[in-house]
């Protein structure tokens, strides 16, 4: 018989904990809830008595948040889906890593998606994400985002990419060093990992990084010259957010 494998919920809310604990008893057979911790000091003792392959993590707790409870830990052996209540920061953080989460309250169809992804997948491929999540919560001016490609994942530096280019449910991310890296995201879902990493969107297909504009000639939407030389219009209808986002450089 195969063994199942071993699960840990931390969070500091009692209800959600059982909640979360009976969904999974219910539908995953091949999941086995061996703790229920309500702080990251319970969690610490529950990680190292049981060995977890998969814990889902509360990010906001009192004393220390997910984030901090992550970092506190020498190594980690473990898949991690973070549960929040919270649509800001954390979720984008989330999204820049390519690490899953799940935005409570959850249906049940994100949390299969969630387990299912887990139960498809290795550890050695979360660990270089989790790393980049702690990295970037820890120095934000260094941050690093998650890009997925076909044989993999690329990281690199949010200040390395001079702008964003899609066409269709594809976007070409132009590197400092004139690579050009094609991933499978709309601009949308570029635009919700970037927007609060100095970068904004100008038109319905091209986001740019801000610090590294060279040039804006003003015009009916005007248009931008980028560091690489590349000339980009703005479009009238995102002409006076790009104006905001210069003045608050």
Do not use: W
């Amino acid at each position: 018989m195969e063994a199942k494998v071993e699960v840990i919920i931390v969070d500091d809310e009692v209800a959600q904990r059982e909640q979360l604990s009976s969904r999974l008893s219910s539908h995953f057979p091949q999941l086995k809830v061996v703790a229920l911790c309500a702080s990251a000091d319970e969690a610490t003792i529950a990680v190292a008595r049981h060995s977890p392959q998969l814990v889902f993590l509360d990010v906001e707790m009192p004393g220390m948040n997910g984030f901090e409870f992550l970092d506190s830990l020498k190594s980690i052996q473990f898949d991690v889906v973070f549960t929040t209540s919270h649509a800001g920061y954390a979720t984008r953080a989330f999204r820049v890593a390519a690490i899953d989460f799940l935005l409570k309250p959850y249906p049940e169809s994100d949390l299969s998606e969630a387990v299912n992804r887990f139960l498809q997948k290795q550890l050695s491929e979360q660990q270089p994400r989790l790393d980049i999540l702690l990295a970037n919560y820890k120095n934000r001016g260094d941050a690093k985002i998650a890009l997925p490609t076909s044989s993999g994942y690329l990281f690199v530096r949010f200040q390395d990419v001079i702008r964003l280019e899609s066409q269709n449910t594809y976007t070409t991310f132009f590197m400092k060093d004139k690579n050009q890296i094609v991933v499978s995201r709309t601009m949308k879902e570029c635009e919700e990992m970037l927007t609060d990493s100095g970068f904004v969107r100008i038109h319905q297909s091209h986001m740019i990084n801000l610090s590294l504009v060279k040039k804006f000639t003003r015009g009916e939407g005007g248009t931008v010259e980028m560091e690489d030389a590349s000339h980009i219009e703005v479009s009238r209808r995102k002409k006076e957010e790009f104006l905001d986002a210069l003045k608050r450089l």
